[in-house]
């Protein structure tokens, strides 16, 4: 079965800093990559997402994310950041293997400071 | 478009008593999933319909049991809640190729003292 793992459990910036939130996945086959965010008090909700195509991967708010297959990696990025851009944020993966079904990493709690 | 409905928003329980938590959905998604988010753990896959008519365990089944009642409606059931079941639980849908993404309902706070 596919697993995520999320390496930064806790990140705290400052505003206009660079993010980079890495996520490493486990297995061979085909996978459809995502991240998702949280805001506080909130639902999940899709930030971008990967599944053929382009590796570079851009989506809102001016997140984007890089799939690097020979890295089993997905890592998500965007080059400065904002006071609301504070939530935690989920990578996940769908695979062949396991019947589509999407496996979230654990989580890393992104904090900005104004 | 309401997406995803989950209700309750906040329960609490007292040790031993049951519940159900409903959830709908108006996408016309054949996938349903129930999740529990834990601090530190994530989301654990709790059980998942791949279609209407079918349930299947997911990482963390014990102590629930759940209903795919038609393709709209996905149901957790607690038949005897326990101190360890408190957590945030998520209702979610999605299509059923690989690409398709899950849409997540609100949430349920539960709490189990």
């Known amino acids: 079965a596919q697993s995520v793992s999320q390496h930064n459990h806790h990140v705290i910036l400052s505003e206009a800093a660079s993010l980079e939130l890495g996520c490493n996945y486990s297995?061979?086959?085909?996978?459809?990559l995502f991240w998702y965010v949280q805001y506080p008090g909130q639902h999940l909700q899709l930030l971008l997402k990967y599944f053929s195509g382009d590796p570079l991967v851009k989506g809102i708010k001016g997140f984007e994310a890089e799939f690097i297959k020979s890295k089993f990696s997905f890592n998500l990025r965007k080059p400065s950041v904002q006071w609301s851009d504070t939530a935690e944020y989920f990578c996940?993966?769908?695979?062949?293997?396991?019947?589509?079904?999407?496996?979230f990493g654990r989580g890393t709690s992104l904090i900005v400071h104004p | 478009n309401a997406g995803v409905t989950q209700t309750p928003k906040f329960q609490v329980l007292k040790t031993g008593q049951s519940m159900t938590l409903q959830c709908a959905q108006d996408?016309?998604?054949?996938?349903m999933y129930w999740y529990r988010q834990d601090p530190g753990m994530g989301l654990r896959l709790i059980y998942y319909s791949a279609s209407e008519g079918t349930t299947d365990k997911g990482e963390v089944p014990n102590g629930y049991n759940v209903s795919r009642l038609n393709k709209r409606e996905f149901s957790l059931r607690l038949e005897s809640a326990a101190p360890s079941q408190t957590s945030v639980y998520f209702c979610?849908?999605?299509?059923?190729?690989?690409?398709?993404?899950?849409?997540f309902g609100q949430g349920t706070r539960l709490t189990v003292v």
């Open positions: 297995y061979g086959g085909t996978v459809n």
């Open positions: 996940a993966v769908k695979a062949s293997g396991g019947s589509y079904i999407p496996t």
């Open positions: 979610a849908s999605s299509g059923i190729w690989g690409a398709a993404e899950a849409f």
């Open positions: 996408m016309n998604h054949n996938s």
